[in-house]
């Protein structure tokens, strides 16, 4: 693969990843999965049970049609086909908020779509604020 190439999967690579904090923020459950691969897993957080499909990833995200949230992308690496990335997640539930900063390692395919999602986060890593 030659260095343009390289350089312009890891931008699309990094499109995505922008896009999909962005989704979480500002779109819909539908939005976050129209940036799978059909066949992909979601593990969130790892050591959870694996969704596999879009009809589970969907199921899944659309916890979120019905909150506020805002997202900080802190840092991201590319490496071929890999993300891994730190962000900050802030959600809204009425009178309190939660935050929390997971790492998600994410792979793509060549259209740039997520094939695999895993985000490394536990239950210490939850503030609950007023």
Known sequence: MSSQSTDLRTDAI???VTRYLDAIANGTSADI????ADDATLEDPVGTEPKVG?????AFYAALDNVRNTTELLTVRVAGNVAAFH?????ETGDRTVTIEPIDVMTFDDQARITSMRAIWSPADVAVGQ
Do not use: E, N, P, S
Not at 33 to 36: D, I, S
Not at 87 to 91: A, G
């Open 54 to 58: 879009r009809d589970q990833i969907a």
């Open 33 to 36: 999965v129209a940036l799978y």
């Open 87 to 91: 962000f900050r997640v802030v959600t």
């Open 14 to 16: 990094r499109d995505t």
